[in-house]
């Protein structure tokens, strides 16, 4: 479809004979919302001196053959026309870089810089040139006036390469002391946006606050420029995000804490929705790990946090999927403050869980004030207190015989010999001697859950085919970092041992970042993922029956793999428990050995029962990626 003449438009909009006369026809563009570009010649020089764009007779001659072929040519980008120009401007007695500007004021298309127009296309040919030959600046470079007016050409073009290379051409980073006036007047004129842009290709970033740049960047909905912003300017971080932190308020709304700043934005287009506390909070989050921000610098986001991981892990103890034993472990640990209890007791009262609400408003030693009126009136009944202390000891023994039913859940079928907790040095190099003779183990770990931060690697199982090794990685004085890289070249990284897991980029992840295991990722093909030869397997047809039920009609959890393949399930009631806790109970030691235990087990059954089993598994480990974006391995 062929352009449009906006030109011819406006002026057959005009009644006749009114085309000359300027005020009627000023009035009337006005009326039909029509915008006079202003002639970019005017005031772009230091001072707000005019720029002189008039070209010799030799120039216009030559600009006017030139328009009609790149017109003729431009769509099929010739490169006969770069060639052309260049040599034009070489050989014109004029310099070229102020030659090159005049042309690009009598483009037609100067005021709205494109990346396929003409005016781009003068200034891109004459910095590629400046970059080929240097000497074009001559002796003393660019003058301050020409350097000014290259800048008010293309201040607003939004072409961040454009920008860059005429920064290079025309020596802007000399003037900065000039411009910088000129980019607080953009501004003010609520182009962020564009400055930003120009403050860090200038290194202007010092010269502006985190209030001029970065929050107005966030209110706009310009996150990534934000952050490039402050990837720049490094002494902004810390308390922007500390602003930031300070606007998820516990009481008042996002919008409400920043009403009384948003006024010296007038001409920006402020989004509501990223002045909300979701949005918001999602930001500090982001933020503050990319920097390495702790709790204690967001301390807003983090009480939000921890306030709806206490509330979630109440739901989850309702729903019998954690042990009461677990559940208070972790409460006990990130109930940090006294605001934290008081809520997460207001939020068992109201979830009518009164007898847990008498537990912790005693345990938390909250104020006889806080009490929530419910469970004052439950407290004040007689023998209220002998009730509540029978009803957590019955849901205690309840959860004990959940956890330890023999005909539900899968259980241990070593004995207590073959589960080896490994936490000193000797106990280390023993395990290390054993597993070197192995060529199939089998791993799992287990990790504390950090609500504002990386969670922290507590356990590492690894399993053969008589012994369970349950490794404490918090053991940091016994085992030391030799330790690790041994165990890291001599299993890991040994191609003759296979190693099998369940969701292993996650494990992987947490491993490579929390040990010094130096783990060669790149070469995955010693590595077997459980979860990827599970829908391998769905694949089939008729899918493949095992010894409990069709793979096609199980889950994909491993879980579901331990029921079709054992006949039971795991019991994952003590999978979110306090980890880090020493020593650990010997429920969850249990739990941590069954884990590892299982994906032998799984194995050994889907070896036995499937006969192409070797060619799933083949296709499986030639198809690891530990590296791929999206798989989190650091």
């Known amino acids: 479809m062929a352009r449009k003449d906006h030109s011819h438009q406006m002026y057959n909009a005009i009644p006749g004979g009114m085309e000359s006369d300027e005020e009627e026809l000023e009035e009337l563009m006005q009326c039909l919302k029509i915008k006079r570009l202003a002639d970019i010649t005017t005031g772009a020089g230091i001072n707000g001196c005019n720029f002189d764009a008039t070209l010799d007779a030799e120039a216009e001659k030559f600009f006017k053959v030139f328009r009609e072929k790149w017109n003729m040519y431009s769509k099929r980008k010739s490169p006969h026309l770069r ?123 010092h010269e502006f606050d985190m209030m001029d740049l970065a929050f107005p960047l966030i ?18 971080r810390l308390p922007f995000v500390k602003f930031l932190d300070s606007l998820l308020h516990k009481e008042k709304s996002v919008f409400e804490l920043c009403a009384h700043l948003l006024s010296r934005y007038k001409n920006l287009k402020i989004s509501d929705n990223v002045l909300s506390y979701r949005v918001m909070s999602k930001i500090v989050s982001r933020l503050a790990k990319k ?96 009730l509540t202390n029978r009803e957590s000891d019955a849901s205690d023994e309840a959860s004990h015989c959940v956890a330890s039913g023999c005909d539900m859940y899968l259980t241990m079928d070593l004995p207590d010999e073959c589960l080896n907790i490994v936490e000193t040095a000797a106990q280390f190099e ?19 859950q950090n609500v504002c931060g990386d969670d922290q690697l507590c356990v590492l199982q690894i399993a053969t085919g008589h012994n369970v090794y349950l490794i404490d990685c918090l053991a940091r004085e016994n085992l030391r970092a030799e330790h690790w890289r041994s165990l890291g070249a001599n299993i890991f990284n040994n191609v003759n041992i296979l190693k099998v897991g369940f969701s292993m980029a996650s494990d992987l992840s947490v491993l490579q970042r929390s040990l010094p295991l130096q783990l060669r990722l790149q070469m995955p093909h010693h590595y077997l993922d459980l979860q990827n030869l599970w829908l391998e397997l769905k694949k089939h047809r008729s899918g493949v029956e095992l010894p409990y039920g069709n793979v096609n009609r199980a889950g994909d959890a491993l879980t579901d793999l ?34 590892a235990r299982c994906l032998l087990l799984i194995y050994n059954t889907l070896h036995a029962r499937v006969s192409f089993i070797n060619v799933a598994i083949e296709k499986c480990i030639a198809g690891n990626n530990f590296l791929r974006r999206g798989a989190n391995i650091k």
């Not at 807003?300 to 306030?307: E, G, I, P, S």
């Not at 054992?566 to 428990?577: I, M, V, W």
Request: net charge neutral; proline share 4%; charged share 20%.
């Open 291 to 386: 920097y390495g921000f702790d709790g204690a610098v967001t301390p807003n986001y983090k009480f939000t946090k921890t306030c709806s991981y206490l509330h979630y892990l109440y739901r989850e103890y309702e729903k019998s999927r954690i042990n009461l034993t677990s559940f208070r472990e972790l409460v006990s640990v990130h109930a940090y403050d006294y605001a934290l209890c008081k809520d997460f007791v207001s939020y068992l009262a109201a979830a009518q869980a009164h007898s847990e609400a008498i537990y912790w408003y005693r345990q938390f030693k909250l104020n006889p004030n806080d009490c929530p009126l419910e469970i004052k009136s439950q407290m004040s009944r007689n023998g209220s207190t002998e």
């Open 83 to 205: 060639k052309e120009f260049g040599k034009a401007l070489m050989s014109h007695p004029e310099p070229a870089l102020l030659l090159a500007l005049k042309i690009f004021a009598n483009c037609p298309d100067s005021s709205n810089v494109k990346p396929k127009s003409l005016s781009h296309f003068v200034l891109d040919t004459v910095c590629k040139l400046h970059e080929d030959y240097p000497e074009l600046l001559g002796e003393k470079g660019c003058d301050p006036n020409t350097s000014m007016i290259a800048f008010n050409f293309v201040k607003m073009s939004g072409l961040l390469s454009l920008n860059n290379a005429v920064i290079q051409a025309y020596s802007l980073s000399h003037i900065r002391e000039l411009l910088l006036p000129k980019l607080r007047e953009l501004l003010e004129a609520g182009h962020v946006k564009e400055v930003t842009q120009w403050a860090i290709s200038l290194q202007l970033t």
């Open 219 to 236: 209110a706009v909905e310009k996150l990534p420029l934000a952050e490039e912003y402050l990837d720049h300017a490094t002494e902004q």
């Open 430 to 448: 023993r395990m290390l001697f054993h597993l070197q003779k192995e060529h199939i183990i089998y791993l799992d770990s287990e990790w504390m």
């Open 562 to 595: 331990s029921l079709v393949c054992l006949g039971k399930k795991l019991n994952k009631s003590n999978q979110c428990s306090n980890w880090a806790n020493r020593p650990l109970r010997r429920e969850q030691i249990l739990y941590a050995a069954i884990d």
